[in-house]
């Protein structure tokens, strides 16, 4: 991979434009790692301004009523934990703090639901060591588990939700016996899909139409999707189909942003207008996480791209002037 | 739970009790049969093999197509009796939809031993032969085999009923660690390992191929440029404090249409949507149209 | 003992390390090192397929069927046996006749059904997917009010049902640009009007816009990834596990 | 489908489109001469095979991780195309797969042009290769085998993912020629920024008619035409329908209904039409009908599954 670089004598132009691979690679390597480094000891927070389609999101879930049920759709994996990850977290914590019941489904990959489960019980650890009370399943939050075929599920949801999931059963703690999830306090009152208030898919894939062609007239669908898949979904934003989207790392440090500042009731992000708030912050808890923890480092990686690509030209501007002369 | 009532109600022809002899008869005789009329299959006259394959291919499409053209009952429920011979074909077609992607799903998992023998024939015979590179093929060969060793394992002590019964009582604890550790400690990690890794060669393509040469190039450029800047929450809020000292927001529509969110947002939904939108519509049709030709077996080379 | 002993939870991670430094290493040039967590990966992979084959598939959707259910507790039958399911075996069987030199036709018999099967979803799903994409491409061009330029903000949260100049102008922009588009996509007449030439250039420059677009989004993500990836190794390895800061 | 109120028309516009497709098959079936403009990246590929034969290293081929569905058959096709002149020159082929069932159905087609090429002993069965049906793991396996191989060809096509880059760069690292065309939109950028040639959206489509001027695929895409040309229509056609009725007619009665019964107008004081109350969106959007009159009976005893 390395160029040979005898030869005749390069010119500056030449030089800035044929940089050794190997080399660009170190350089944002180092650039990056320094960065977490630096957030981590200086717990650095770089400001954002929320978008609409986050904010949309954010106003929806934020306003979950009281026992108001919230089917979490999780289809990541570790592999995109760096955006979905933190938006997982934010979810999570705005559910659990609003008082929101919710249903963990995943129909892309069993191990999906396990990282779910992982992410529970940090949350959970975290409302401990604040003095909050704890999520408990089957009263609070419940996990349907894997579908293997989601397509096929989500068709039979549209019809008749008790059918698709009527062989789901979960642990009752009180008597320690399985039983169908719909007698658990989160779904017992969940007759039709219109009975869910949102329903949540996290992914880093297109799984997101296959929902919406299903079931997306009968309930709120909000997409939290790395960025890589948002203009496509976008327009299924533009289009109405979708409630909300969160767009990747940016979307989670906005979401995060919204926790802490909130909407105010004219509708200003981290305004304080006299009245009942569009969506409220929560002051004083811990909303800065993950995706604050990444800001600064997606800062300077972005910024040593755009800095190499301007080398790039200049480089080639200085070697055309060259040899126009 | 199933209403015990159920357990009384007669069984169809296809249908059997589980675990009962008739049932294992009737699994037998089926495979029996089946193979049966692929020994039949393989005396057919090569005239006759485009035909069979083509009129196989013409009715799997035939059952989606029968749903796409058939008027939907509405309010599809097993458990009520159709109006009429239009709907009882409609209640037909919706209650053998389960079966028939289950049926389309197992089939094709059950190709998958097809890709598993080209890997095996390439990395034993390799091994077998010491070829070049033969450790490495050692190194794959193992790998696999601990997966499905512990996976299965695993599986098998811990998540079938019987398992999970006998793992309430006594916790098999090293088919679990061992399964993790290959599955959620190393491969899970790789997956990641190789999906974050884009981010070099990414760095590495735009350094490389963006050059303002053309026109194009330079709107690609631009346009790339304006959204990475607009993705970083430190660059918008400063441009913003910046503009915020010419006018502040809402005074005057030119400072605030320079505001880099609004620019973004002006492109992403007046040009970028559009323009993905009326690509995606080209490639929807192409889809269709291959589709069409697959189901039609007109295009050459696949059927026949 | 479970999977959070935090020495398991060790082990987990720095096999994890390792595998990033070995994959990684391709990035300087192809190694030994590399060739070996490779082999490695293709053949947990192809161990895990074919764990999650049965597991996750066959085993409910196939033979699940097949057999039937009995409940546990009572002895009494879930659901009946289905007996036909065992057609699929030499349904499947067929399929590896591939490797048969005379008898490799055959194979042609069920991967036909599962194209025919493929084919027959791509018709019932076409409308459903691009309708609602066809629906909010249509667009009102017609200003209906000259009260204002821009859309003022809106009053007692009811929605403004008037389309202002600056809305109409941007609504055709966008049909526009879809038009454009379009017509650099049409393959079989040459473009004689300078008007349609004209047309179908602006359209791959518009293109470019959203593929210029797509990329400064998508680059977010993969840096994001490792970024996430580099606070594995650095924060939660070696920061938080071998240095125990906190 | 649902044929309820304008239900029925979306069903016939699906068939619109596929009778377009059809006619035009069968008027080029009769013979009559089709034009197809010049898609850039398509000349490249015999540049390319000859570089591989000069070289004597093989030519990659890789459909991402496309399935046995329209657009892996597509991608199988077009290296069918590529394989023919590679056979012809007896330069090595390497096809990598990450679907099994797509790997039979390539497997069988790429034997096929040898035997139809006349150089069946030419045809390694090792060149069709299954490499793994996990995204990443793919994606390792084709990078190792790009840098060991060397190949001096690479053509990518069909449905690529995040992978993309990662084939597409290391490639570009062993100084391949390469040409891409992804179906799945976002990819198209990095394919640009990483290979020598890229065709875009459904130019993919279009490539195998227009390397083999099949009278079947040639006929196919002027129906492809002519159905963009049908969406096109409606777009502009109900752009300008629904923009003159939101500024000249009046909404006067609202479409209430109620659950479990059928819909109905009530008579409202005259307002402007909302966006979702103009007439052509009713095409988009049908309404439902009532509950079932006269309703259903109950089965005396429940089913107990579908039959098979």
């Known amino acids: 991979m390395a160029e040979q670089t005898d030869a005749p004598k390069k010119s500056i132009g030449e030089i800035l434009q044929s940089a050794n691979r190997t080399f660009l690679y170190l350089i944002l390597f180092l650039v990056v790692s320094a960065s977490l480094v630096v957030t981590q000891l200086r717990k650095v927070e770089v400001p954002t301004r929320p978008e609409p389609y986050t904010i949309e999101a954010y106003k929806i879930l934020r306003n979950v009523p009281e026992g108001g049920v919230v089917i979490v759709d999780t289809g990541f994996t570790n592999s995109s934990r760096g955006e979905n990850g933190g938006q997982m977290e934010a979810l999570l914590r705005i559910l659990m703090r609003s008082g929101a019941k919710f249903a963990v489904l995943s129909w892309v990959e069993p191990q999906c639901i396990e990282i779910a489960r992982g992410f529970i019980r940090r949350i959970n650890e975290e409302r401990r060591a604040a003095g909050e009370p704890e999520y408990r399943e089957w009263y609070d939050y419940l996990i349907l588990g894997f579908f293997p075929d989601g397509p096929t599920m989500l068709q039979t949801v549209h019809q008749n939700v008790r059918e698709a999931w009527k062989t789901r059963q979960a642990t009752d703690p009180t008597t320690g016996e399985k039983r169908s999830v719909f007698e658990s306090p989160v779904l017992d009152r969940v007759q039709r899909i219109e009975d869910v208030y949102a329903y949540v898919t996290l992914s880093a894939s297109g799984t997101m139409p296959t929902i919406v062609a299903r079931i997306g007239k009968q309930v709120k669908v909000i997409s939290m999707i790395t960025g890589v898949m948002f203009p496509e979904q976008l327009n299924y934003f533009k289009s109405g189909q979708l409630k909300g989207l969160v767009n990747g790392l940016s979307g989670c440090v906005e979401l995060e942003w919204l926790m802490e500042k909130g909407i105010d009731a004219q509708g200003v992000v981290g305004g304080n207008a006299p009245g009942r708030p569009v969506a409220a912050a929560f002051p004083g808890a811990k909303n800065f996480d993950r995706g604050m923890a990444y800001y600064l480092a997606l800062h300077s990686a972005l910024t040593l791209l755009i800095l190499a690509v301007a080398v790039g030209n200049v480089g080639m501007w200085l070697t055309n002037r060259s040899r126009k002369r | 739970m199933i209403p015990v009532a159920q357990a009384a109600q007669p069984l169809s022809f296809w249908q059997a009790e589980p675990g009962s002899t008739r049932m294992w008869l009737l699994i037998l005789a089926a495979v029996v049969v089946g193979f049966l009329v692929v020994a039949a299959l393989l005396r057919a006259p090569t005239r006759a093999r485009p035909v069979i394959v083509s009129t196989v291919t013409f009715l799997g499409g035939l059952y989606f197509v029968l749903h796409f053209l058939w008027p939907t009952a509405q309010d599809y429920s097993p458990d009520e009796v159709p109006r009429n011979a239009v709907e009882g074909f409609s209640f037909w077609l919706q209650g053998t939809l389960p079966s028939v992607t289950a049926f389309a799903q197992s089939l094709g998992a059950m190709l998958l031993g097809i890709g598993i023998y080209s890997l095996l024939s390439i990395h034993l015979g390799r091994l077998l032969k010491r070829q070049k590179d033969w450790f490495f093929s050692l190194v794959f060969t193992l790998s696999m085999a601990a997966m499905i060793l512990f996976g299965y394992w695993d599986w098998i002590s811990r998540l079938t009923p019987e398992g999970a019964r006998a793992a309430a009582e006594t916790p098999s604890v090293f088919p679990h660690f061992a399964k993790d550790l290959l599955f959620g400690g190393l491969f899970i990690n790789m997956d990641a390992v190789m999906f974050s890794i884009i981010a070099f060669f990414i760095f590495s393509a735009a350094y490389r191929a963006f050059r303002i040469r053309s026109v194009e190039s330079t709107i690609l450029l631009g346009t790339a440029l304006i959204v990475m800047l607009g993705l970083m929450g430190g660059v918008v809020v400063s441009q913003d404090s910046l503009l915020n000292s010419i006018a502040q927001p809402g005074e005057s529509v030119i400072v605030d249409s320079l505001r880099l969110p609004t620019i973004r947002s002006w492109i992403q939904d007046n040009l970028q949507s559009p323009s993905i939108r009326a690509m995606e519509f080209g490639l929807a049709i192409g889809g269709l149209a291959m589709a069409l030709r697959l189901w039609l077996s007109i295009e050459k080379g696949v059927s026949h | 003992m479970n999977l959070e002993h935090p020495t398991y939870v060790f082990i987990k991670m720095t096999a994890g390390v390792l595998a990033t430094v070995g994959l990684y290493s391709v990035l300087y040039r192809e190694t030994k090192l590399y060739r070996f967590f490779e082999h490695m990966f293709l053949g947990l992979a192809a161990g895990w397929s074919l764990t999650a084959i049965w597991t996750d598939t066959l085993k409910d959707q196939w033979w699940g069927q097949m057999v039937g259910k009995i409940d546990e507790q009572t002895g009494a039958m879930k659901e009946p046996a289905v007996w036909p399911w065992a057609f699929v075996v030499p349904m499947a069987f067929m399929a590896y006749l591939i490797f048969s030199r005379k008898h490799n036709w055959i194979s042609r018999i069920p991967l036909g059904l599962l194209i025919g099967l493929g084919a027959g979803q791509t018709f019932l799903n076409w409308f459903n997917l691009y309708g609602p994409q066809m629906a909010d491409s249509v667009k009102t061009i017609i200003p209906t009010t000259f009260s204002s330029l821009t859309v003022p903000p809106p009053v007692n949260g009811q929605p403004d049902p008037n389309v202002y100049l600056s809305q109409a102008i941007n609504n055709l922009i966008f049909v526009a640009t879809l038009l454009c588009v379009l017509s650099y996509f049409i393959f079989c007449t040459e473009f004689k009007s300078r008007f349609l030439k004209g047309m179908s250039t602006a359209g791959r420059l518009v293109l470019m816009v959203g593929f210029g677009a797509i990329f400064g989004s998508t680059v977010m993500t993969r840096f994001a990834l490792f970024i996430d990836r580099m606070y594995f190794v650095w924060i939660e390895w070696l920061w938080r596990s071998v240095l125990h800061l906190s | ?308």
């Open chain 4, 1 to 308: 489908m649902q044929y309820y109120d304008t239900g029925f028309l979306q069903v016939l516009f699906v068939l619109l489109l596929m009778a377009f497709i059809l006619f035009n098959i069968q008027r080029a079936r009769g013979g009559k001469q089709l034009f197809i403009r010049r898609i850039p990246g398509l000349s490249a590929i015999d540049e390319a095979i000859g570089r591989s034969t000069e070289m004597g290293r093989p030519v990659l081929m890789v459909p991402g991780l496309s399935g046995l569905d329209p657009v892996g058959i597509q991608a199988v096709k077009i290296f069918g195309y590529i394989t023919r002149t590679a056979a012809r020159f007896a330069t090595p082929i390497r096809l990598l797969l990450a679907n099994a069932p797509l790997y039979s159905v390539a497997t069988e087609m790429i034997r096929d042009v040898y035997q139809t090429e006349g150089v069946p002993e030419r045809f390694d069965p090792q060149s069709v290769r299954f490499v793994t049906d996990r995204q990443f793991a793919f994606a390792a396996g084709v990078a190792g085998l790009i840098y060991r191989e060397r190949v001096a060809a690479a053509f990518l096509m069909g449905d690529w993912y995040a992978e993309s880059l990662i084939v597409a760069e290391s490639a570009n690292a062993v100084g391949a020629i390469q040409v891409a065309a992804s179906t799945i939109t976002t990819q198209t950028p990095f394919l640009i920024a990483a290979c020598d040639y890229v065709m875009i959206g459904d130019e993919f489509y279009a490539a195998s008619a227009y390397l083999s001027r099949e009278p079947v695929l040639v006929g196919s895409l002027v129906g492809q035409d002519w159905a963009k040309l049908a969406i096109a229509s409606v777009i502009v056609l109900f752009s300008l329908f629904g923009s003159v009725e939101k500024r000249f007619v009046q909404q006067t009665a609202e479409w209430v209904q109620e659950p479990g019964k059928a819909g109905e107008y009530r008579p409202i004081p005259a307002r402007m039409k909302n966006n979702d109350e103009l007439t052509p969106l009713r095409f988009f959007f049908p309404r439902k009908p009532g509950p079932i009159d006269p309703p259903r009976q109950k089965r005396e005893t429940a089913p107990t599954g579908g039959d098979s």
